[in-house]
């Protein structure tokens, strides 16, 4: 019922449909233009240019090996850990290159907050997990501390859950609330965007759905980005959808005409089932 | 070849049967070595009986089997555990984080790596000569060694350089002996740490150092600390390389000149002379006894063995419980 609330509430407002993808009449949040991307010598995305909508989730879909993780994973700079990575063409952040040289990476990733796929709570208590990236920012005092977490857990729908057992160990939680345990961590950090890889592919359907709700709430102060194998579920929560095949950009759209009214052959062959 | 009838059954009826001698050559094996350390253990047990008591423990050698102790090697071998761990956890451990996360896959880190592979496995012999050249020595650059004294306010203490057969060059010496094997094991224990814990505190804005100390080195500690214990273990037995350093087989004295309890009591500087001070150690001690013509001393001999056999529980034991208090403080 949220869900449907939450669509009526917040949808439709942002839905203008005489704007067109990335004209909308806020600047985009982040914008890449003609970005490729390399692994050594192999070449994962080529001439993405693709606008990201503040305040809205696009979703990122298309087959295994695409390259929309990768995409993902260089929006906040995640990919530099890989050796022998390289970015051509630009990604902006609020107009600015965040492959600049003078860009600091730590300051990127603490504006840009990422989920992965596999829950990765830290081996310690919840509290410490939810608090640790604001205590590696520099902030000590217990209270404020204290506050932020109830804060982010509150905003990840998990506080009601686990206010009673913040010294216990993250890794007692289950599944799905892991999962959410992760994006409390992330939103900790007060981010402005957050980066989604598939957070709930391992999940079962009413963690799923739960994780649905929250990007829904989420997006009200949030740019979200989602990657997805979960062709209803992009349909579900998402404004944009862009389809990525072979390491291209082949479309990019309103989510509700990009699945009824796809322009071009692959994205109706995919969505449709016929590969992929 | 066929799945069903005859043929079939027969050859499930060897294969369970290949099961179960497997199981019982394990079997074998695990009982077979047990049972020889036991009679290990018994045949020595019952020669120091009666051999080892407070007076062993708290008496220095003399020429007199039932008069020998052990005192001397005892403090000596503790002193040169605690100097050697000392020295090469930090440079262990810290050559293992340099490895695993921050040198970059080059010719030059392979190179190390296969040299530190190799320098594992080098006879401990060859380390005594190294540290006798090094340390003992320090490469023969003085004819006479010169004193140098320290004054720390409270009390002083006075070395020689080059440092001579004292504790110091024992414990340096085994120090490159333990260094290796530290750094292959804590490299191990970083290997096994998931990556995607960094990349999760990498993502939340943690900077490299921020992830090795805060996750990485918590989660890879009971690992650290076993490869630690390990190798420690293996130093203190070592009695080759001290040997060669020119240590003393038996010394009425611990190191820093200290005779007794008391006399360190009275005296708390002689402490702060120790490391640069002459040593023997229970190995070495042991050696010395069983070379003694007099039988009596076979006696003697046990009973330090079983010493240093308790010497070598007691830093296991502490490894294990130091590793179930900090795995139960991770948490997995």
Known sequence: MALVKAFTQFVEPVDPPAVAVGESRRPPKIETVQMGFFYGTHQALRDISLKINERAVTALIGPSGCGKSTYLRSLNRMNDIIEGTRVTGSVMLDGEDIYAREVDVVSLRKRVGMVFQKSTPFPKSIFDNVSFGPRIAGLTNRAELTEIVEKSLQQAALWNEVKDRMRESAMALSGGQQQRLCIARALATSPEI???????????????????????????????????HNMQQAARISEVTAFFYQGRLVEVGQTKQLFTNPTQKETEDYITGRFG | MSLHGKIYERRLVWRHRIGLIFEWVCRIATFLSLGILAVLLFSIGRQAFGWLGWGFLTRSNSYEADQAGIMAGLIGS??????TAIMSVPMGVGAAVYLEEYAKPSRLTKFIQLNISNLAGVPSIVYGILGFTVFVRMFGLRDRPERFTCSLGFAQFSFELPLGRVVLSGACTLTLLSLPVV?????????????????ASLALGATKWQTVRYQVLPAALPGIMTGVILSLSRAIGETAPLAVL?????????????????DAVQHPSKILQAPFDQFTAIPLQIYGWINEPKAAFEHVAAAGIIVLLIVLLLMNGTAIFIRQRFQKKIRW
């Open chain 2, 78 to 83: 503790l002193w040169l555990v605690g100097l």
């Open chain 2, 246 to 262: 020119g240590a003393a087989a038996q010394l009425s004295f611990a190191p820093g000149r200290i005779r007794s309890i008391g």
């Open chain 1, 194 to 228: 957050l980066l989604m890889d598939e957070p709930a592919s391992a999940l079962d359907p009413a963690s799923t759905s739960r994780i649905e709700d929250l990007i829904f709430e989420l997006k009200q102060n949030y740019t979200i980005v989602i990657v997805t």
């Open chain 2, 183 to 199: 750094i292959i094991a804590a490299q191990e224990a970083l290997r096994s740490v998931p990556p995607s814990l960094r990349h």
